[in-house]
Nanobody, 124 residues
Framework: VQLQAFGGGLVQAGGSLTLSCAPS????????MGWFRQFPGKEREFVAA????????AYTDSAKGRFTISRDTAKNTMYLQMNSLKPEDTAIYYC??????????????????WGQGTLVTVSS
């Protein structure tokens, strides 16, 4: 499975961005997909996750009410709609997928596939 992330960029505080993640290859293996972000000098942290069947989603507290994770089965793409962006959202965002765990997971270890990362910069 390969993951390709798109959509990062520069936006002013209060603005919006939509990140996309398109898996390819043996996508039937994927059970859950998620977004993580990494600040300079920090470990990757969980942002949001969605299961590939059903409607289960999860968000980190700072993303609740501002970010929405979704998937388009027909386009085989996952999205992260980010609204009301803040300077503290500035980070490299990674999409991830797991074939190992059939549940929502909020830690990085169970995710066995990772995209290349896309930089989101929010200016004040």
């Amino acid at each position: 499975v390969q993951l390709q992330a798109f959509g990062g960029g520069l936006v002013q505080a209060g603005g919006s961005l939509t990140l996309s993640c398109a898996p390819s290859g043996r996508t039937f293996l994927i059970k859950t997909m998620g977004w993580f972000r990494q600040f300079p000098g920090k470990e990757r942290e969980f942002v949001a996750a969605i299961m590939m069947t059903g409607d289960s989603t999860a968000y980190t507290d700072s993303a609740k009410g501002r970010f929405t994770i979704s998937r388009d089965t027909a386009k085989n793409t996952m999205y992260l709609q980010m609204n009301s962006l803040k300077p503290e959202d500035t980070a490299i965002y990674y999409c991830a997928a797991t074939s190992l765990v059939h549940t929502i997971v909020q830690t990085a270890r169970p995710y066995d596939y990772w995209g290349q990362g896309t930089l989101v910069t929010v200016s004040s």
